[in-house]
């Protein structure tokens, strides 16, 4: 048997893999045994609690696909490592030795090293007494070589899986960091550059050919001084830095940057270099001076506005402040002007103290109605409150008829007996109004000194000369503000004037109420 040993032995040393080396060990100890069954089962690597698994059989006789682990002959299989020859059937604990009824003897050998149970081998011959001396020396010799040729085989299996999984692991790194928009960039034990992702090669422009090169050679100009010897620190003190923050220059321009800055450690603490993490700020700095011009922008329009216009008007402006233009901008509005009737003649003698506090007293009543009607305060004239409709935003309609209703409200106001203004001596003062609509500039006027948000044109001129038309008590409006208000009012119709700057007589009506 010597001759067949050494011939199947150099299959086996030929061979390194597992599953081929079953193979190899099943068929040739069944063919230079001459025997008719031969199976390989194998232990369970993480439960050593489960069956043995059937891995490879050849012969015509069906086996078992699995064998119980709580069994007697695996039991002394895998106690005693040695092999079980039953050279009849009968009384024996053994007796799952032989795979099938029609099996007379069998043997079963224990595949193994000293450091690892791999699992058994089972041989079966339709003879008595076959497993005699010479075959036993045989196998014996050849499942032990067989044994270990399969633990190297395992192993070397599953180092290529790990090896595998570590290769996977690697192109999932590169592709996480190749993916990643902050700049990356590693350094060995002497700072010199170890890896860079695709961001870092693009923004900082490191090539293949600085990989080797010191990392303050390669970004000695682009980084300032302070950066370059906080760097050393952090590699000398071997503590995290984070939130370093600066401007990286180079032809590309200027990159403004946060660096978080953390050593690089061995599996045993050992330091092996840095990483570097770069956030280009650039954008978010950009963004952060827009939303400091937007916010600028917000605020002036909440100083030019707040006290001349609802809150929920001056809310949408500072929403879209585009909607209050730089310099002046066309509208179509309803330009509002109310005049004290009789206040000439009336402050004629009075302390100017108390002529302020009577104005005082009826401007804050009439604002407040303006502003509730959703108008806009434009300025006041003396005497005159200038509002508008429509300014600095546009509703055609709308706005006419909250013109209109305003003037109806302020001077049921004025008629009230309930009115706390106008009182004592200024008990005869009444108001006049005069309204128009129509096209007109809107926008900020004035100097880098003073800015105001007003309205001029045409239509303005128009207003104030009705406001001139308009009697004590009287609500004047021309023919452009009539078309807008259908049935809200109770109007009266006014025979045409004539005003300064208008060739022909204009058409004018009276408001005398609410419908």
Not at 421 to 438: N, P
Request: net charge negative.
């Amino acid at each position: 048997m010597l001759d067949e040993l050494v011939r199947a032995s150099s299959l086996l040393t030929d061979e390194f893999s597992f599953q081929r080396l079953i193979s190899i060990l099943v068929e040739q100890s069944l063919d230079i045994t001459h025997s008719d069954i031969g199976a390989l089962y194998l232990y369970a690597q993480e439960d050593a609690k489960a069956d043995a698994v059937l891995a490879y059989k050849r012969g015509r006789h069906p086996v078992p696909d699995r064998l119980p682990r709580q069994s007697e002959l695996i039991d002394f299989l895998i106690e005693s490592d040695e092999a079980v020859v039953l050279l009849t059937p009968g009384e024996s604990p053994f007796s799952d030795l032989l795979l099938t009824d029609q099996m007379r003897s069998g043997i079963a050998l224990p595949v193994s090293t000293p450091k690892a149970r791999i699992g058994f081998i089972i041989l079966n011959s339709l003879q008595p007494d076959f497993y005699n001396r010479s075959r036993f020396q045989f196998l014996d010799s050849f499942v032990q070589l067989a044994g270990g040729m399969l633990h190297n085989a395992r192993m070397f299996t599953e180092l290529q899986e790990y090896l595998r999984h570590i290769e996977e692991l690697k192109r999932y790194q590169e592709s996480v960091f190749a993916s990643m928009t902050n700049l990356l960039i590693t350094t060995d034990d002497a700072g010199r550059i170890h890896y860079f992702n695709r961001a870092a090669a693009d923004r900082l422009g490191v090539t293949e050919a600085n990989i080797g090169d010191k990392l303050d050679a390669v970004f000695r100009k682009g980084l300032s001084k302070r950066v370059v010897t906080t760097l050393d620190r952090v590699k000398e003190t071997g503590t995290s830095l984070l939130g370093l923050e600066g401007i990286y220059r180079d032809e590309r321009g200027d990159m403004d940057f946060s660096l978080n800055v953390s050593p690089l450690k061995g599996a045993r603490g050992r330091h092996e270099g840095l990483t570097l993490l770069f956030t280009d700020q650039t954008a978010e700095t950009e963004l952060k001076q827009q939303m400091e011009v937007v916010g600028e922008e917000r605020r002036l329009i909440k100083d030019m506005f707040a006290r001349y216009l609802s809150s929920d008007i001056v809310q949408n402006l500072v929403d879209q402040p585009e909607l209050v233009k730089p310099g002046g901008g066309s509208k179509q509005a309803t330009i509002f002007f109310a005049d004290i009737r009789g206040y000439t003649s009336f402050s004629e003698g009075m302390d100017p103290e108390y002529i302020i506090q009577v104005l005082n007293e009826y401007f804050s009543e009439a604002v407040e109605i303006v502003i509730r009607h959703r108008g806009y305060i434009d300025k006041f004239i003396g005497d005159c409150i200038m509002a508008a409709w429509g300014v600095p935003m546009v509703n055609e309609e709308y706005d006419a008829v909250q013109a209109v209703s305003c003037a109806v409200e302020i001077q049921d106001l004025v008629n009230s007996t309930s009115r706390t203004f106008f009182t004592g001596k200024a008990s005869k003062l009444r108001i006049g109004i005069g309204i128009h609509t129509g096209p007109l500039v809107a926008g900020n006027l004035g100097s880098s000194r003073r800015m105001d948000y007003t309205v001029i044109g045409d239509t303005v001129n128009v207003a104030a000369r009705l406001e001139g038309v308009a009697g004590a008590g009287e609500v004047i409006i021309t023919g452009e503000t009539r078309k807008h208000l259908g049935d809200a009012f109770r109007i009266e119709e006014r025979k045409p004037v004539k005003v300064k700057g208008k060739a022909q007589a204009i058409p004018i009506f009276n408001v005398v109420g609410k419908n």
